[in-house]
């Protein structure tokens, strides 16, 4: 917590009427507090998932299937080790696993993905399963959220990804996803984990039927959460994409561009304990994602080269290492790679472009003309 805390009720006005540029002079002014070093940073990763089968429903989803149909998917450990084998091949470092939810997905089966992933790619970071997949390994398998976690600990899991909090509010979840954890259940897990050791990240999925009150409860949860634990690395919000989902229809505002920009902003000063704020070339567009670094933001997530959630609802975009260093550069900054910690593993300074080699590893192959 800092001396210059917003308030709950101030932070509600200047997130609903304050003037965008006035929020965007306000975060630039605390991203320089914070990351005086002009780098933002990202990751090399990708996204699979182990299986699209779910029974929770949620009404912004297009990616869950019924154990039915033609398309549903489960894998076996060793068919997910094969999205490792790509990640190693592409010199990715990290991992992203997350699946649906469904009665067969036991704490054995996730504890047996960790073994697997840590015993034959040591190399790659597991970035492994949200808090609903944790909730509902512990409901099966007849355990606490707490044994799960530690099972995950023991078996070399450090980090887990923050997806699944859409909005932290009682009454959105209940219209949206009334089958799902609700906030109380968000915040357990990523407590709990935080106490056995896990850093994990903070997402917030908006634009759909929250209302800016919402927003603000979303926020002063995680916020709350973070003074006690410290244990948020990152808050990454993006936007609901509607295609293909059944939400779509009981939405009648959707957030423009602006409205990324405001969120972006506002919870770089509103999130005042929290290290990291990303902004993404993915979930937006990549000029948006570069524009928004304009507004606070110090990282700009994963190259995520393989994908399927946003995929189902036909948002896709794409791009690689070389992809990434001319957008932050485009945007003035330097890019600078991390890990899942977000601990900065290497900069490029000076390297125009890389190539790949067959075993994975990054060569430079273009000097910049001014070195
Ligand atoms: S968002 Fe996750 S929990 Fe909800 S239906 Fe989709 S896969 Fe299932």
């Known amino acids: 917590m800092t001396d210059s805390r917003i308030p709950f009720d101030e932070g509600l006005r200047l997130f609903k009427f304050a003037p965008l540029k006035e929020l965007q002079l306000r975060a630039q002014k605390e991203r320089i507090k914070r990351h005086p070093k002009n780098y933002v940073s990202f990751v090399l990763d990708s996204n699979p998932n182990y299986t699209n089968i779910c029974d929770v429903d949620c009404t912004f989803c297009a990616f869950y299937r019924t154990p039915k149909a033609k398309d549903a998917y489960m894998k076996s450990p060793e068919e997910v080790m094969k999205h490792f084998a790509f990640a190693k091949s592409a010199g990715l470092t990290t991992v992203l696993l997350q699946g649906g939810v469904h009665k067969d997905i036991t704490c054995d089966y996730l504890v047996s993905l960790v073994k697997l992933a840590r015993k034959e790619y040591p190399e ?5 399963f ?3 997949e944790i909730w509902n390994a512990a409901k099966v398998s007849n355990m606490s959220v707490h044994d799960v976690l530690k099972a995950l600990w023991d ?9 699944g909090a859409e909005i932290l509010s009682e009454s959105v979840r209940t219209r949206v996803s009334p089958k799902k954890i609700g906030p ?3 915040i357990e897990v990523h407590e709990t984990a935080h106490k056995i050791g896990f850093k994990t990240t903070a997402t917030m999925m908006y634009g759909h039927i929250e209302t800016p009150e919402d927003v603000l409860e979303h926020l002063e949860t995680i916020r709350a959460l973070q003074d006690k634990t410290s244990g948020f690395s990152s808050f990454i919000p993006w936007s609901y994409k509607s295609n293909k989902t059944a939400l779509r229809r009981r939405v009648h505002n959707w957030a423009g561009i602006d409205a990324y920009f405001r969120i972006i902003a506002f919870s770089r000063i509103y999130l005042d304990n929290f290290p990291h704020i ?4 993915f979930g937006e567009g990549k000029q948006v994602g570069i524009d928004s670094l304009q507004y606070g933001a110090d990282d700009f997530g994963g190259t995520i080269h393989e994908e399927n959630v946003h995929k189902a609802t036909d948002h896709i975009n794409t791009t690689d290492l070389n992809g990434m260093l001319r957008m932050i550069r485009q945007a003035g900054f330097e890019p600078a790679q991390r890990d899942s910690f977000y601990n900065i593993i290497r900069t490029y300074e000076g390297i125009d472009s890389v190539e790949l080699t067959k075993e994975g590893k990054v060569v430079e192959v273009e000097q910049m003309a001014h070195t």
Do not use: C, D, E, M
């Not at 790659?124 to 492994?128: E, T, Y």
């Not at 078996?155 to 997806?163: D, F, M, Y």
């Not at 990303?278 to 070339?281: N, R």
């Open 124 to 128: 790659i970071h597991p970035h492994f």
């Open 130 to 132: 949200s808090a609903v």
């Open 155 to 163: 078996a070399g899991q450090r980090t887990l990804p923050g997806g």
């Open 184 to 186: 109380n259940g968000w």
């Open 278 to 281: 990303a902004s993404s070339w």
